[in-house]
């Protein structure tokens, strides 16, 4: 589904559409739950999708289409998941469970984990949020420069030199992080 009917159906679910909130939803929710998954963690993904959606149909008859509905959706994902990484970082994390690892383990987990990609994931939340936001909307989302841009409400050439700059700091932390593994 192109831009233009994502927000036609936005524009009908606004109107009470029902089957165009669907469609507006299917056509979206996978873009979502990536950009989500990165800015934030996989492990409350699906949560800060639901509640990106709650407050995008809350917001959705306020939209005026300035630009294209998913830009505007992911927009507000962007907003979603900066007020879950503040909220967290406020509140220290507990446990229901003492022994978190064994916890871990049984649900599929395995511990230590030396793969890249959790390497990764962990240096991508490291990184200057708008660097971070940049870096994740065009190389994880799959989203163009300019429709970056538009998300972040900044100039395309702004984003260009966020991802340059996030993918130098991933480059040199992925490479400390090898050196130290193998001279360790």
């Not at 971070?132 to 984003?159: K, W």
Request: charged share 30%.
């Amino acid at each position: 589904m192109d831009d233009d009917e994502i927000t036609r159906d936005a524009f009908a679910a606004s109107r009470g559409d029902t089957a165009a909130a669907e469609r507006f939803v299917a056509a979206t929710q996978r873009q979502l739950h990536r950009l989500l998954s990165y800015l934030s963690n996989p492990g409350v993904a699906e949560d800060l999708t639901q509640e990106t959606y709650l407050r995008a149909f809350a917001a959705l008859e306020g939209y005026e289409g300035r630009s294209p509905a998913r830009m505007w959706l992911l927009a507000i994902g962007k907003r979603v998941a900066a007020d879950h990484l503040r909220t967290t970082r406020r509140r220290p994390v507990t446990a229901q469970t003492e022994d978190w690892i064994a916890a871990a383990e049984q649900n599929g987990a395995y511990t230590p984990d030396p793969g890249r990609m959790v390497a990764l994931r962990r240096l991508i939340l490291e990184l200057d949020a708008e660097r971070r936001d940049a870096f994740v909307l065009t190389q994880v989302a799959g989203l163009s420069y300019a429709e970056a841009a538009e998300v972040c409400d900044c100039a395309v050439g702004t984003i260009r030199s966020r991802v340059f700059r996030a993918r130098e700091e991933l480059t040199e932390a992925l490479r400390t992080a090898e050196r130290l593994a193998s001279s360790g």
